[in-house]
């Protein structure tokens, strides 16, 4: 009979067997342990950033930085077409104050005498048929004429932008729609009527932001003929505008001045922001909020800048207060300057029609006007769209 085998003893690293199935008493304090440990942290972290918000909100609202930061974002929110929205930063009735005190504001900017003068180079004056001395017939056919446009990128904090520059202001029209009902497009109306340039021009009726571009606000003048105009019998509006020899107009006018003036394309909007050469926004705080922007103004020597800024594009523009605007005009020269209408409505357009900016609406909007450039003014047709019409006749929401 064989001799019995021995059981072989377990292995001293084989794994003992847990009939039960529970954990070790060590292993669920470890495990306590690592759990209540990471309660405590994202406590501490919660606590943390309870603690950031309160300091914040503090800031925020009893500073006088943060205050000011508060009132610059209401002023942009204002801008736009969720302006009810900035009373969550300043309140009902301080939303109420803010809009009354700007609009305050742009009135007295619209109030000082504009004395400003142009000398226009005698390479622009002989080009388009103005008279000149001996010498400065000369110097013309020394000196070539500038070009008739040019544009420039600029760029500041925030935002991204083009100054378009027109040496011969003689050179400008205002256009409107060619149909009734509905406004136009910026690269449509160069595209259509051959302009070299065009920028958007004055503001319109425009319900909840919705609305199809075709009611001007205030007055549109074009080519000395009153297009339209909603203001009553000898009342003022702020216009911005140039008369028959290219001297740019901005500022507070009754229409019967502006004909005594010698008004040639004009339309109603606001503030004026630059006048005999001063600027008349003190600081950021009196900007008016950060939003897309377009911007006229005049040098000495007659040329015409137009300040086109992008915005409400994150990454890309976020957009510009009209100090911005305002200091970018007088670096290049301005001695008058005003502001027209922004936001969505900001276009810049190039011969045939191509869209220079990027507007915060895709593609721009219909609006009811625009400066155009042309080599000649003068052969171009504009319509009157609006005459035989009363405002009360008009529904700027219908498309």
Do not use: C
């Amino acid at each position: 009979m064989p001799p019995v085998q021995a059981p072989a003893r377990a292995s001293a690293a084989a794994p003992r067997s847990n009939p039960s199935g529970r954990q070790p008493l060590s292993r669920v304090k470890s495990s306590k342990r690592r759990r209540f440990g990471l309660l405590r942290l994202f406590a501490y972290m919660i606590l943390f950033i309870l603690f950031l918000g309160i300091a914040f909100m503090a800031w925020f609202f009893l500073t006088p930085s943060g205050t000011s930061l508060r009132y610059r974002m209401a002023d942009t929110i204002i801008t736009t077409q969720h302006r009810v929205w900035a009373k969550y930063l300043i309140g009902e009735e301080g939303l109420k104050i803010r809009v009354a005190a700007y609009a305050k504001q742009f009135e007295e900017m619209g109030e000082e005498e504009d004395t400003h003068v142009i000398n226009l180079p005698a390479s622009v004056t002989s080009g388009t048929g103005g008279g000149g001395s001996d010498e400065s017939e000369a110097a013309a056919a020394v000196e070539p004429p500038p070009p008739l446009t040019k544009i420039e990128e600029v760029d500041g904090t925030g935002y991204h932008g083009y100054l378009l520059t027109v040496s011969d202001p003689t050179k400008i029209r205002l256009v409107v729609p060619n149909k009734a009902g509905k406004g136009e497009k910026v690269t449509s109306m160069v595209k259509r009527t051959g302009a070299i340039a065009g920028v958007n021009a004055g503001g319109f009726a425009d319900p909840n932001w919705k609305g199809n571009g075709f009611q001007p606000i205030g007055v549109v003048i074009s080519q000395g003929e009153v297009y339209y105009e909603d203001l009553g019998k000898d009342k003022s509006t702020q216009i911005v505008g140039i008369d028959k020899n290219g001297k740019m107009i901005a500022g507070k006018y009754s229409i019967q001045e502006l004909m005594d003036l010698g008004i040639s394309e004009a339309v109603s909007f606001r503030p004026r922001i630059i006048v005999n050469g001063k600027g008349q926004i003190k600081n950021h705080s009196q900007g008016w909020g950060i939003a897309p922007r377009t911007v006229m103004g005049q040098k000495e020597d007659g040329s015409i800048l137009f300040l086109i800024i992008d915005g409400r594009q994150p990454g890309y523009s976020i957009g510009a207060d009209l100090y911005d605007a305002q200091q970018i005009m007088l670096e290049h020269g301005a001695v008058i300057a005003a502001n027209l209408d922004g936001g969505s409505s900001t276009a810049l357009v190039t011969e045939g029609g191509e869209l220079v900016n990027k507007p915060s609406t895709k593609g721009g909007r219909y609006l009811p006007t625009a400066f155009l450039v042309f080599e000649d003014p003068s052969s171009v047709s504009v319509p009157n769209i609006w005459e035989g019409l009363t405002p009360d006749e008009i529904d700027p929401s219908k498309w």
